[in-house]
């Protein structure tokens, strides 16, 4: 596996809302650092993370990527998603770093725009570990 080959099945396993695609882009024990801070390892907790992403609709994502090496690379990533639920909202609004929207209750929930940049790891055709930094605010 290369980083474009991880990004594109990263782009589709968001955008369908996949665990399993998301799973198979990682090594049994691999690792995903959602942030600097938390870390997701092994399939059964990757694919219960990836388990949010059900909570948003009209999902696009793109990405760019940095750099490349045989085992690893580093890529630019962008997602724009419709909030489909209170539960992912009150998520949102209680990470790190991230002030709450003023909304009343029965206000429509927001479109959201996260940007970030990922560093994978990879072996055996399948990511080791893959690093996120990233932040979200809501699409003006």
């Not at 962008?78 to 209170?86: G, P, R």
Request: proline fraction near 4%; charged fraction near 15%.
């Amino acid at each position: 596996m290369h980083i474009e080959q991880f990004m594109q099945g990263y782009k589709q396993a968001w955008e369908r809302q996949d665990e399993t695609l998301f799973c198979a882009l990682f090594a049994a024990d691999g690792q995903y650092h959602n942030t600097p801070f938390a870390v997701q390892r092994g399939h059964v907790q990757l694919a219960e993370y990836w388990q949010r992403v059900k909570l948003q609709k009209d999902v696009q994502v793109s990405y760019e990527v940095l750099a490349s090496t045989p085992s690893g690379g580093m890529a630019h990533w962008h997602v724009t998603y419709q909030v489909a639920s209170e539960e992912l909202f009150q998520i949102w609004a209680q990470s790190t770093g991230t002030n709450l929207v003023a909304r009343n209750p029965g206000d429509p929930l927001p479109r959201m725009v996260l940007d970030g940049v990922l560093k994978a790891e990879f072996a055996n055709g399948v990511c080791q570990e893959c690093c996120l930094w990233w932040h979200s605010m809501p699409l003006a």
